[in-house]
């Protein structure tokens, strides 16, 4: 137990100690908190350059539509700008106010002018007028303020009195579509597609990168013949486990502060929006039960475990980190086959491809995580398969520590599949 | 088991009938060894004879196909043993972006020493291979910042630091520079003076006749030579050998006696000085008779001892010089 402690604290240790380690752990978030937070902070900068305040909506329908959308833009989402200035003019005066504005506009007064004419009562056409590139979102928020205060007016102009006309006009439609667990609570089925996918990539590329670890870790022991010193002094299942349960310590270390670190950004996604000016709604959290949490830990470590310990029998067979290279390609070629049929299963979670690969043990730790984010996956797929992934997963490593005390004494030659065959026959 | 009863408390290793295949070859044929406790040991033999595989066998690091091994009394697999044991191979290396102290640390937790009392054992040993002094203390720097002598004594250290019962070093004094050989030969004589037992494998036969108390010469799998040196050296029924040094001006007298078939089988002349290997039957004291009797004048005249390395060519052929025997080093 001491030699097996010993092991683990060496690996964990020096990992968690490297260079290495402390970049990704901190580029990890970073990265993240990029990808979550610039797209919409750059977007809301890109509309905060068009402010209401300074355009001038020209106003010759006669109707007041001009001072109700003025309200409605500056109002609206940013409550604090100020309106746009309203100018309304005649028939006759409409060519020398827009000849005016025109002038403003070239010498850099204003940002640009809406003119709201008959044309615009008539058919909802208005022509918007800028210096600068027109920002979509803008666009769109005009014309919806557009859209509410013609309908009100034709409503009003229907009898329907200013008070009820505005409660018309106002009425917006989404549908947001919920699905509802087991456990009777509701989840959004689009942030549930949205988290299933992420913890099946997250999943995929967790074990890719640390089998990665693994694989780099037995050839560099074998190569710098440090593996012989060690296996005088312990036994090789002994130096595998310590190793596989090292380096998945560093792994869980890890992705806890990686998950912690998009857990808080993202719940305090408006706060930190409100710190950079920006206005954001805050985007809910898929609901995720104890035992949910509890069966994502189980598959990550288990399919890492079953692929640690085929990284670990490629590179101790493995004679030059070149040749670990080439020969880990069935092993990768295993996890790219379940992220390539990734979509099909999405698009039919319950389908029998999707079912299939949610109990073979070499997909499972990627699909069943992406089912059970879909669909309400029964108890006894979720036993069947988690049972096959761990039965798999021992019995991987139990060859692995077979092949690993000869392998890794075999320094000239790399052994033919007979031989290794032979070795995992061997009895202690 | 049968072979239970065999069990001598007075062997360090034991290996009886230990036969190891490989895939392609016979790596070690039907060999029996005895390696008696506190003793220095030498396996000596070309490279390719197996001393890495009987090393290996030893350790457990791998099983022979026939035969068994016991190790400080217990079967060589008992899990135990390990910690009693102490292992430099032939071919070295460690963590190199660890530091020395973690690494050193590391070997010693694996060989069951508390952290505690494996710093104090760093720390003295770093100041007895000089790495640790006043002014600077080697056991921070990362392996990668050595030279590779260094690394070396770090492996040695590592080897020896939990204090084991039994020794084994795979060709310890290759790639050591002259200063950093005799720390090593110091610590392995040291250790012998302590009670422990120390088997090392080389192909310096000079080292080996210097340092060990038995050694075994193995060759194509087989131990060809295995006993204690002295009992090898006066067994070995060659002719004796006599190195002789005139006075100036007696050359000429001795030649007539250097000259009789039935007293000398061959003269190596080194004008002053010839080294005498007698004719069969002859022996040295009736030599130096005929040479006071012819009125030489004799300025030195030795028996010469045989050299591990001539007892080797003798029983291995010359075939094992030229696959990288050597007898000086």
Known sequence: ?428 | MAHDDTEDPRYALELVGVTKRYASHEALRDISLQIRRGTIFGLLGPNGAGKTTTIRLSLNLMKPDEGHIRVLGERASEPSLVNRLGYLPEERGLYRRMTVRRVLRFLARIKGVARPTADRLIDEWMERFGMRTSDRDLANATLDELSRGMQQKIQFIGTVLHDPELVILDEPFSGLDPVNAQSVKDTVVDLRRRGKTVVFSTHLMDIAERMCDAVAIVNRGQIVLNGELREIKSQYSGPARVSVTFDSGSVTAAAEVLADRTLVGQVDDHVNQVDVTLASGATTQQLLERLVTAKVGIARFDRLETSLHQIFLDRVGVTGVEAGMSGHG
Not at chain 1, 151 to 164: C, K, P, Y
Not at chain 1, 271 to 288: D, H, N, R, T
């Open chain 1, 1 to 428: 137990m001491d030699k097996l402690m010993a092991v683990i604290g060496r690996e964990f240790g020096e990992r968690v100690r490297s260079k290495w380690f402390v970049l990704t752990t901190l580029f990890g978030p970073l990265l993240l908190a990029g990808l979550l937070l610039l797209p919409p902070w750059i977007a809301a900068r890109t509309n905060a350059s068009i402010d209401p305040s300074s355009l001038v909506f020209i106003d010759q329908t006669g109707t007041g539509l001009g001072n109700a959308v003025a309200v409605d833009v500056g109002g609206g989402v940013r409550a604090t700008a100020t309106p746009p200035l309203v100018l309304v003019a005649t028939r006759e005066q409409i060519d020398s106010v827009v000849a005016l504005q025109r002038a403003s506009l070239m010498s850099g007064a204003i940002a640009g002018y809406l003119i709201l004419d008959t044309v615009t009562t008539a058919g909802g056409t208005a022509r918007l007028v800028l210096r600068d590139g027109v920002p979509g979102a803008f666009t769109e928020r005009l014309e919806a303020s557009l859209a509410r205060q013609l309908q009100r007016a034709r409503l009003i102009s229907l009898g329907v009195t200013d008070e009820n006309a505005d409660q018309l006009a106002r009425l917006t439609v989404a549908v947001q579509t919920v699905r509802l667990g087991g456990d009777g609570g509701e989840a959004s089925t689009r942030v549930n597609l949205i988290f299933g996918f992420g913890v099946a990539i997250l999943l995929y590329i967790a074990i890719v990168l640390y089998g990665q670890i693994v694989l780099r870790s037995v050839t560099e022991e074998k190569q710098s013949r440090v593996s012989e010193v060690v296996l005088a002094s312990v036994p090789a299942r002994i130096l595998l486990a310590g190793k596989i349960i090292g380096i998945g310590g560093v792994a869980l270390l890890q992705l806890g502060l990686w998950t912690a670190a998009v857990v808080t950004i993202l719940a305090n996604r408006a706060a930190i929006f409100a710190k950079l000016g920006v206005q954001a709604v805050s985007v809910p959290l898929p609901p995720i039960s104890g035992e949910s949490i509890v069966l994502l830990v189980a598959y990550f470590l288990l399919g890492y475990a079953l692929y640690a310990a085929l990284f670990a029998i490629v590179g101790s067979i493995a004679t030059s980190e070149q040749e670990a290279q080439q020969a880990q390609t069935p092993v990768i070629m295993l996890l790219v086959s379940s992220m390539a049929l990734l979509q099909t299963a999405i698009g039919n979670p319950n389908g029998s491809i999707a079912q299939w690969l949610s109990l073979i043990p070499f997909s499972s730790p990627i699909m069943m995580p992406l089912r059970m984010g879909l669909i309400n996956v029964s108890t006894s797929d979720l036993v069947v398969s988690i049972g096959v992934l761990g039965l798999t997963a021992v019995l991987a490593l139990l060859m692995a520590g077979q092949v690993y005390r000869t392998a890794l004494l075999m320094y000239g030659k790399r052994p033919s599949l007979r031989e290794i065959a032979r070795w995992m026959r061997e009895v202690d």
